[in-house]
C-alpha cells in the first residue's frame, strides 16, 4: 500500500458485510477517525456528515435516496458494483463515485478470494473428491481464469466453455477441453461440477435437463445469475448461486484490497490527477 498520510481524513463506512467491519477496523488502526453502521438510516448528523469520504458495500444494491439527497457535493463515495440509476442521481448531486469492480488491479485481486471461496463450496456441497472430478468452468473472464489455475491444482479435468474465440484459445493451454456455447449440451451429461462465472443466463431448462442430478452447480456470477432457477429446483438440480465469496471467506483480505484502492484514489486526487 501506499505511504499515505490519512490519520485526519474521517471516513464513513456503511453495510454489514465483514468486509466493510475489516475495512473500518484498518481505517482505525491507521488512525482515522471512523463512523460505521449497517445500515444507511442515520447518517443525517452534523458529527457523521464531517465525514466526507463514504466507503458503501460491494455489491451496493439498494441504496435509499434519502442517503444521497443528503449528502453534498463535497463528498465522495466508495462502492462496488453500482447500479447505473445510483451513478446518475449522485452526478445530478455533483457526488464523486469510484467503483471498486471498474478497477483492473482489484479485479484481479478479488478473484482469488472468489476461486478459494468455490473451491471450498465445491469441497463441502460435492458428495466425491474435487480432486481429479471432472469440472465445468462457464465464462474465462477474470475469474474464471483464476478459477481454472486453482482447480488445476487439484488435478481437475476441465473444460471451459466461452462465447469469445480468444478466450477459448487462451484458455487452451490450461484446460484439457475448450468449447463454445452450443457445445455446451455434448458435455454436460459428463460433468461433476459445474463452475458459472458469465453474467447471463448460459443454464435454461432445456440444458439443465441433460445435467445430472448429481451434479454440483455454482453460480458465481452476479444476482441474478446465470441458472433457470426456477426450473432447476423444479428437476431438482444443485443449484446454488454464491454471491459475495470474498466477504466470506477472505473479508480482511478483501477489505485490505478495497483500501489500496482507495488510498489509490486519495493519493491520485492530492496530486491533483
Known sequence: MFDLNIDSIPFAVFGSDKRQKYLADL?????????????FKDFDRPAEQNAKICLLPIPLGDCPDVFISGLQHCHTLFAGCIPPAFEKKAEENKI??????????LI??????????AVAEAMIRFPGNLTRSRCL??????????????????????????SSENARNHAAIHAAQCIAPEQLAGVLPNVSCIFNTAPALVLPEELLK?????TLILDLASAP???????????????????????KYAPRASAEIMLDFILRHIQSTAKGI
Open 27 to 39: 481505517l482505525t488502526e491507521k488512525g482515522c477517525p471512523v463512523f460505521y453502521y449497517e445500515n
Open 96 to 105: 464523486v463515485c469510484h467503483d471498486y469492480m471498474r478497477d483492473e488491479k
Open 225 to 247: 445469475g446465470g441458472v433457470d432457477y426456477e426450473q432447476a429446483a423444479a428437476l431438482n438440480r444443485q443449484a446454488i448461486l454464491l454471491p459475495g465469496l470474498p466477504g
Open 137 to 162: 468452468v462457464i465464462g474465462y473472464g477474470h475469474c474464471g481464469q483464476t478459477l481454472v489455475a486453482m482447480l488445476n491444482r487439484f488435478l481437475c479435468h476441465i473444460t471451459v466453455c466461452d
Open 108 to 117: 484481479w485481486q478479488n478473484t482469488i478470494a472468489t476461486a478459494e471461496g
Open 210 to 214: 441433460l445435467i445430472s442430478g448429481d
